[in-house]
């Protein structure tokens, strides 16, 4: 594997951008489709966030989860990924597609979703071969490729953790997107792995107790905070007053 680990400073500038389709990108990736509405503006505030936390300790590597599924975990490490390409043009943004069991990042932002991370992690592909820069920009995406029936010994094998590495080494800031926290154990392993994790919940969606349950099986990761999604701002008090602490 040690071959296919190229430096994102050598094989970056040669990925080709025209394997994606920017007519494909979602609407709901509003940094790109709406960026002057109330909800980019939000995943700018998260981002700015997050970077005052950054000035008080590292925070290279940031997972995204949610404790289930369907709860807009993808959409906000899109956004957030995206946001921090468009704060720092001069900055190597990585985002991750570790959610091999529901992928959808090449979904919403229209790239092509094989070979990916699966691939990679198989011996199957080169890192250049399954990394895909978004337009001119310093994003780089890596989707998660094929389906895969152990995603779990996949992702706490020795080579997820050499790609970590890395992807530590090679860009400024890296966004992962893992599989729900419930029901699966890939997000305790890699979020353990993380400098910090984003605990997404569905307002009016998502039970209390499985949003502790959560926090629980997520123990000895470092959990930063949650992120409401779908949420009006007038139930902000809701983790405030809910979320176990």
Same mark, same amino acid.
């Given at each position: 594997?040690?071959?296919?680990?190229?430096?994102?400073?050598?094989?970056?500038?040669?990925?080709?951008?025209?394997?994606?389709?920017?007519?494909? +990108?979602?609407?709901?990736?509003?940094? /790109?489709?709406?960026?002057? $509405?109330?909800?980019?503006?939000?995943?700018?505030?998260?981002?700015?966030?997050?970077?005052?936390?950054?000035? /008080?300790?590292?925070?290279?590597?940031?997972?995204?989860?949610?404790?289930?599924? =369907?709860?807009?975990?993808? +959409?906000?490490?899109?956004?957030?990924?995206?946001?921090?390409?468009?704060?720092?043009?001069?900055?190597?943004?990585? /985002? +991750?597609?570790?959610?091999?069991? =529901?992928?959808?990042?090449?979904?919403?932002?229209?790239?092509?979703?094989?070979?990916?991370?699966?691939?990679?992690?198989?011996?199957?592909?080169?890192?250049?071969?399954?990394?895909?820069?978004?337009? $001119?920009?310093?994003?780089?995406?890596?989707?998660?490729?094929?389906?895969?029936?152990?995603?779990?010994?996949?992702?706490?094998?020795?080579?997820?953790?050499?790609?970590?590495?890395?992807?530590?080494?090679?860009?400024?800031?890296?966004? /992962?997107?893992?599989?729900?926290?419930?029901?699966?154990?890939?997000?305790?392993?890699?979020?353990?792995?993380?400098?910090?994790?984003?605990?997404?919940?569905?307002?009016?969606?998502?039970?209390? $107790?499985?949003?502790?349950?959560?926090?629980?099986?997520?123990? =000895? $990761?470092?959990?930063?905070?949650?992120?409401?999604?779908?949420?009006?701002?007038? +139930?902000?008090?809701?983790?405030?007053?809910?979320?176990?602490?």
């Amino acid at each position: 594997m040690d071959q296919t680990m190229e430096k994102a400073g050598n094989f970056l500038p040669r990925v080709d951008d025209s394997t994606l389709n920017p007519s494909q +990108v979602d609407g709901r990736v509003v940094t /790109l489709t709406a960026p002057a $509405s109330t909800a980019a503006e939000q995943y700018r505030t998260l981002y700015y966030r997050l970077e005052r936390m950054r000035a /008080l300790r590292p925070m290279k590597v940031m997972a995204v989860t949610s404790a289930l599924a =369907g709860e807009g975990k993808t +959409v906000t490490a899109v956004n957030l990924a995206l946001t921090a390409a468009r704060a720092n043009p001069d900055s190597r943004i990585a /985002l +991750v597609d570790a959610d091999m069991r =529901g992928s959808q990042v090449s979904d919403y932002l229209g790239v092509r979703p094989k070979p990916g991370l699966f691939e990679l992690l198989a011996g199957e592909a080169e890192m250049r071969d399954v990394v895909r820069r978004f337009k $001119s920009t310093s994003l780089a995406i890596l989707p998660s490729g094929g389906s895969c029936e152990e995603p779990t010994q996949i992702l706490a094998g020795t080579r997820m953790k050499r790609l970590l590495q890395l992807l530590r080494e090679a860009f400024d800031e890296v966004y /992962l997107d893992l599989p729900p926290t419930l029901p699966f154990a890939d997000a305790s392993i890699l979020g353990s792995q993380a400098d910090g994790v984003l605990l997404v919940i569905r307002a009016n969606s998502t039970p209390v $107790s499985r949003v502790n349950d959560a926090v629980d099986q997520l123990g =000895g $990761s470092p959990v930063i905070g949650c992120v409401l999604n779908a949420a009006e701002l007038s +139930v902000a008090p809701y983790l405030r007053n809910h979320v176990k602490r």
